[in-house]
């Protein structure tokens, strides 16, 4: 059995690049989470997707960040033009329908824009 | 938005029993629940409890919620130093979106 699995674990980039993070949810989890996480903080929620359909967005996700699914499966999660605020873990997660609390994280993808 | 907060630190002997304590401000909460954060890694979910329950018991984990005075504790049995992490309360109104709080960061000491 594979948990949720994310890449790349770390990544370091100038500020104005742009990172994309990839998510694989458990096999057969129809519901895929996004959170942001900094340091001394709790994750933030940013979007979640049932199948492919983006279904919720926080008021966090600015204009620069962009999520998909496209086949329901695998997610991306894209920042442009990276700022230093930027800099956190990018918790992905999954869970099925109606999870009753059963939401698996993956290990996170560490950002630091310099 | 929705406040979850809990205490920074706390710090146990080993073999004593560690009591986590959350609030939490919304009292349209259906589900609250108990994760586990070890350095440089993912969360990992260690119990939950809906707002129509006041405790459920898991092996070394007694969850306790008081719906009147939104507020949750984790109760830790017999810990161990392999229990030192950070705790982290969580509440959903639907099961979608997770409010989390900061975090208690627990030591355990030998």
């Known amino acids: 059995d594979t948990g949720v699995s994310q890449d790349p674990r770390h990544k370091i980039t100038k500020r104005g690049q742009n990172v994309t993070f990839r998510c694989d949810p458990i096999?057969?989890?129809?519901?895929l989470y996004w959170y942001r996480q900094t340091l001394g903080q709790g994750p933030e929620f940013l979007t979640y997707f049932q199948n492919e359909a983006q279904l919720e967005k926080s008021r966090l996700l600015s204009d620069r960040f962009s999520a998909e699914r496209p086949k329901g499966s695998f997610s991306t999660l894209e920042i442009q033009r990276t700022e230093q605020g930027d800099s956190a873990m990018y918790l992905c997660a999954s869970s099925r329908d109606r999870c009753h609390g059963t939401i698996y994280f993956g290990e996170g993808s560490w950002l630091t824009v310099v | 938005g929705e406040d979850v907060e809990q205490s920074l630190f706390l710090s146990v002997r080993e073999g004593d029993s560690s009591v986590i304590n959350c609030t939490y401000t919304d009292s349209s909460s259906t589900y609250l629940y108990w994760y586990k954060q070890e350095p440089g890694a993912g969360l990992q979910l260690l119990t939950y409890i809906f707002s129509n329950m006041d405790m459920k018991q898991d092996q070394r984990l007694t969850v306790l919620l008081n719906k009147k005075d939104k507020h949750l504790s984790l109760r830790i049995a017999d810990t161990q130093t392999g229990d030192s992490a950070i705790y982290f309360c969580a509440e959903s109104e639907t099961g979608n979106q997770f409010y989390f709080g900061t975090g208690t960061s627990l030591t355990v000491i030998p």
């Open positions: 096999s057969e989890h129809n519901r």
